[in-house]
């Protein structure tokens, strides 16, 4: 089941950027997209651990650049999203294939997947709703907002850093 | 961690470049991120509140004998939803069957069991470790624990049934055995003619000395027969030993020490062990099954060592052995253990040397060839030159091809008794 979902994340967020680049007219890059798709589709072939890693990367970085080329930013972010739920999928289906036995294995991954789902689809709907609603803010407001965005990240990371460890 | 630094970092960089490029787009790229995180900090497990108990099927087995492991964990803290189990098994060990680690969700107060079987090789295992690891379920967060239920398996060498091992120290005990005491009396063996005393047997008079020595009446004598003490040397210096294909010379060693501990101990003879090697582990001479079982448990945690006191055999303590009583030293021997043991022999130990032959075992391991065959015909030239050395010394010595049977091997060795073995009397 999750590693049906983790290949379906794949083609989603492959697909979803290539769509993207495509409409906005830059086939090249579209192609080499869908190279990077069947890449990831390959090395989980293969199991190459270290890929998912870099995919994750390179898929937000092209989400990233994409949204800088004001291609269609919904398609950017399903591409962002799908491609953050195989990066997490294939980390869970290593953790599943490292152990030698999984306690009610069905419900546990059905249990997993239905939480993806709702954070994956509640990202997508503030990130829609981000969209939508248009509010104009002065350039020092919205630095001050981002500064205090970025304080709060800085300092919840290191919560989670500290508690982690 | 890296996953949540990669995650942290990949915000980081998208929020500083939307801010930097004024771009809504970009900035809305980082909710879902973001939402990760939260997600991830919101159901991420709490203090870790478990405790683990390990049981053994048995905790004393031979070689080869699976032995079941049943773990259980129980969390006495709040809920986790997923939670990595994993028991460390020791090199030694070899799950065989059953699961050693799992994935599951723990429910306050649950309890999950592990249950596998393992074996392994001779040793003194120490079970012990267990890592648990819990995280969210989108696995961000995540806590670890390392849970100590330590336990103790040994895995005792394997005894091979010998013969019974004919030896002749010069002193034994005062109980009656299998051993000839250089004394006379009531035995089996005759011994000599003494003048005749009140309450000999009549059937003991020997008429023809009488005869020859009349009026004086002659009776036989017999060998008593008693228990002995038997002192154990097994040599576990590093030197010494050779590694062959999946198997140390030094392992055929302990099989050979624990054959004779139980050989001599089932005769009623008096046993200690000495494993000499990078410390001296030290066995006390005792009797019966239960110092089968100490000597047992001695050398199912044999291991070779190395130590510069200890490199050569002259410092085997000979306090340790009572004064004349019988060593014998399980070693594959260097050129330099000759005069230690000349050495004991002049101090009236009776010694014998069973030598596991390195030469043949570390011929197997490597290629034919003309060179190969070559050294080792000079090596045993230089062996069969060392053994004859220690037979001049009048020590015994049993040269063992691992390949045959150990039973075989000592049998074939101590059937050639030296003259000096077989006279009666002569030290």
Known sequence: ?165 | MRRLLLLGGLVYVLLLLGLALMSGPLLTLTIPLILYLVAALAYGPGELHLTATRSLSDDRVPKGKPVTVQLTITNQGAGLERVEIQDVIPQQLEVIDGESSLLTSLAPGETTTLTYRVQGGRGDVKLGTVRVKASDELGLFSRQAVLKTPKRLMILPEVMKLRRVAIRPRRTRAYAGPVPARQGGSGVEFFGVREYQVGDPLRWINWRVSARHRPSLFTNEFEQERITDVGLILDARRRTDQQGRGISLFEHGVRATASLAAAFLSEGNRVGLLVYGGFLDWTFPGYGRIQRERILRSLAGAETGESRVFESLDFIPTRYFPAKSQLVLISPLCDDDVSTLVRLRARGYQLMVVSPDPITFEAQTLEPDPAVALAVRIARLERDLLLRRLQRAGIRTVDWQVDTPFDRALHTSLSRQPHWFRAVGVE
């Open chain 1, 1 to 165: 089941m999750t590693a049906t979902a983790l290949i379906a994340s794949i083609i989603a967020a492959a697909s979803a950027l290539m769509l993207a680049y495509a409409l906005g007219a830059l086939l090249l890059p579209a192609a080499a997209i869908l190279f990077l798709g069947v890449t990831w589709v390959m090395g989980q072939r293969l199991s190459w651990t270290w890929l998912a890693r870099l995919m994750v990367g390179l898929f937000v970085v092209t989400a990233a650049v994409g949204a800088v080329l004001d291609l269609s930013t919904v398609l950017l972010l399903v591409g962002l999203i799908a491609a953050l739920s195989a990066w997490h999928l294939d980390g869970f289906d290593r953790q599943l294939k490292r152990v030698d036995a999984v306690d009610q294995e069905q419900t546990l991954q059905r249990r997993h997947l239905r939480r993806l789902l709702l954070v994956d689809g509640l990202g997508l709907f503030l990130a829609v709703l981000a969209l939508t609603v248009q509010i104009d803010l002065s350039f020092g407001l919205a630095l001050v907002l981002g500064l205090i965005a970025l304080l709060g990240l800085s300092r919840a990371i290191g919560f989670l850093r500290r508690e982690g460890s």
